[in-house]
């Protein structure tokens, strides 16, 4: 598996844009790159995950560079409810395709 | 919008006494999947299967834990005997077919006193 690295903890002011960042240097050409998010108490939620291209859903925008070694998730006007820790991930394609989580971002958006 | 159940969601056992959770994939799903998460840290791959069969179970402790998933649909994690170690989050989740976005469960808190 490719190891993905993140901030432990950002800060983000309601209503602004939040940029969460991720290093995942030695990802393969066949790896995504998947984010999830989890909800104090709750299971992990699916968020978007692209390959090389940027993507763009109802719930945020992900920007992964040229080389593909690092990414940017983006929710456009954060709100209360996107306070969570977010997961950066590289999906191995293998025949076991298990999604091994890191410790993630916190994200704390403030009034 | 389709969703995976979880039961219970939350548990509390003695030492040495076994439990069980269970868990319903989103319709049509066919690859389950059991994860384990300690506070403070991501989930970890307990278990994973395709239809009824375990197609990655290294990571399942299976002096204490099982896992069946006998008609491909729902699936049952067993702790027996349960230690304090075991206090943590079980989540399940399910996708289409392997390789595929994974959906999880509100997860079950087992609490080991």
């Known amino acids: 598996d490719a190891k993905t690295t993140q901030p432990p903890s950002m800060d983000c002011a309601e209503g602004r844009a939040a940029n969460l960042p991720c290093n995942h240097s030695t990802i393969s050409g066949n790896e995504y790159v998947y984010w999830y998010r989890q909800i104090h108490s709750q299971g992990p939620q699916y968020i978007i995950h692209?390959?090389?291209n940027n993507e763009t859903n109802e719930m945020a925008s992900l920007i992964i560079t040229e080389d593909r070694k690092s990414s940017t998730l983006i929710l456009p006007h954060a709100t209360l409810r996107d306070t969570a820790v977010y997961y950066c991930i590289v999906r191995v394609t293998g025949t076991a395709s298990k999604l091994t989580f890191g410790t993630g971002t916190r994200l704390q958006v403030t009034l | 919008e389709a969703e995976v159940a979880q039961s219970p969601r939350y548990k509390i056992t003695e030492k040495s006494q076994a439990v069980a959770f269970w868990c319903d994939p989103i319709s049509g799903h066919a690859t389950l999947y059991w994860y384990r998460q300690i506070l403070g840290q991501g989930p970890e791959l307990l278990v994973q299967?395709?239809?009824?069969?375990?197609?990655?179970d290294s990571q399942l402790p299976k002096d204490r834990f099982s896992a069946e998933r006998l008609k491909g649909v729902d699936s049952t994690l067993k702790i027996q005997p349960a230690e304090l170690g075991d206090s943590a989050m079980y989540l399940c989740?399910?996708?289409?077919?392997?390789?595929?976005?994974?959906?999880f469960g509100p997860g079950t808190r087992l609490l080991v006193l």
């Open positions: 692209g390959l090389k």
């Open positions: 989740a399910s996708s289409p077919q392997d390789r595929e976005t994974q959906y």
């Open positions: 299967f395709q239809d009824e069969s375990v197609v990655d």
